[in-house]
């Protein structure tokens, strides 16, 4: 073989070895590419089970609605962004058990939930706080949240019930209701609201005739209905959780102690109606968390839950679930790293003035300004997400009917002092 011919020879092999090379490059992405595409993950621990389960499959709908939207304008930080599901059972220690899953096997760089006070604060104390693990709540709202030393990272996009007293008190105030007694859920929520309630009612000249505890998982609450019937109130206020909460109705119903009644959001939920009787909460009346409806935030959401899910449920949460998931996602591109402590910090950055405003579902437009280091003011479906320095927003509340056996709006307003 001449030299010539042994020379094309070892030239064919190398630009075949480059060639296969560059096949298996095209093929096999490179190891920062692979990275691009490992997706970020966000837990979410709500009651998918137990006595809140009315409003836990509703949220998620809400979560995955924002983390949708976000996936198909390019995600986050260029990877994909994925919720991790957990069930708290409406119960604590389930709620610490899947947390810790959340955070030590799944890895999650956030977690959204709990609905509950009673769980949101174990959980935070337990598991989110040591672990640095920023955690937001779209339905928590004792008032003992503000207070909780969580080094920053609890937060909630949900009013606290101090207000949530004060609007109700002051709808009962409006339907001239003078004397009135309160049964709540014996935890830090049913607590709070039940004090902050009394507190507000009683400033305006109402009449607490008696307050009373219940537990949860009862057969009867007989014997707290008999107590709570002295004194001749005109109205139960029943702040609880539907499932118990239907049990106090019907034996109240039953019994003839009351036929008149006053809910606070726990209990916004429709099925209560077919569980009770349409017919027996008619006119009954309640609070809740609401965004005001005609806000073009709120508007372009609701469109976009119409799409994604049907008719939007009058069940509260979607709206507080949607926008704790939209804003995580911002803090997390904003500070360039799924770091705990990072995205606390950055919540405020994304969520409070000044800034570009950014509504709901402009992701792309939130991502363009931050590239080019501009200051952006999200601005939630539920409303303005201004964290003050407790990681509480104020908010706007929905006063509520039965009205043939389903929820009706009356007005939504902001509470008076």
């Known amino acids: ?239 609880g959780y539907p499932e118990n909460g239907a049990i106090i109705l019907r034996q109240a119903l039953e019994g003839g102690l009351f036929d008149r009644f006053v809910f606070t959001d726990g209990m916004r939920s429709p099925d209560l109606a077919t569980q009770v009787g349409a017919d027996k909460l008619e006119g009954s009346i309640g609070t809740s968390p609401q965004a005001l409806t005609d806000s073009k935030a709120y508007q372009i959401f609701a469109e976009a839950y119409k799409a994604a899910y049907g008719e939007l449920p009058p069940t509260p949460y979607i709206d507080t679930a949607y926008d704790a998931a939209f804003v995580l996602a911002l803090a997390i591109q904003k500070a360039g790293s799924t770091d705990g402590t990072a995205i606390r910090d950055a919540l405020r950055q994304v969520a409070n003035p000044p800034g570009t405003e950014i509504l709901p579902g402009e992701w792309a437009k939130a991502v363009e300004l931050l590239k080019k280091g501009e200051d952006i003011d999200y601005t939630g479906a539920s409303g303005s997400l201004n964290f003050d320095e407790n990681g509480d927003v104020a908010g706007t509340f929905a006063h509520w009917t039965f009205k043939g056996g389903q929820i009706v709006d009356l007005k939504v307003f902001e509470p008076e002092g």
Request: hydrophobic share 45%; charged share 15%.
């Open 1 to 239: 073989m001449s030299p010539m011919h042994k020379l094309t020879r070892r030239a064919f092999a190398t630009a075949a070895a480059l060639t296969a090379a560059a096949l298996v490059t095209t093929l096999l992405p490179s190891t920062a590419q692979q990275a691009a595409q490992t997706p970020i993950k966000i837990g979410a621990l709500l009651s998918l089970t137990g006595d809140l389960q009315a409003y836990g499959e509703n949220c998620l709908k809400g979560i995955k609605l924002a983390l949708d939207q976000i996936n198909a304008a390019g995600g986050v930080l260029g990877s994909p962004i994925q919720v991790v599901e957990a069930d708290d059972q409406t119960s604590a220690q389930p709620a610490i058990d899947a947390a810790q899953r959340l955070v030590n096997v799944e890895k999650v760089a956030a977690i959204i939930g709990a609905l509950g006070s009673g769980i949101t604060i174990p959980v935070a104390t337990t598991v989110t706080v040591p672990s640095k693990i920023p955690q937001i709540s779209p339905a928590s709202t004792a008032p003992t949240i503000t207070t909780l030393d969580d080094n920053g990272f609890l937060f909630r996009t949900v009013p606290s019930d101090a207000f949530q007293g004060v609007a109700l008190a002051q709808i009962t105030r409006e339907e001239n209701l003078e004397r009135l007694a309160i049964i709540y859920i014996n935890n830090d929520y049913g607590k709070g609201l039940a004090d902050s309630f009394k507190a507000a009612f009683e400033k305006r000249g109402g009449t607490i005739t008696k307050s009373v505890p219940y537990e949860p998982g009862q057969a009867s609450y007989r014997g707290e209905l008999d107590q709570l019937k002295e004194g001749d109130p005109q109205a139960l206020v029943l702040i």
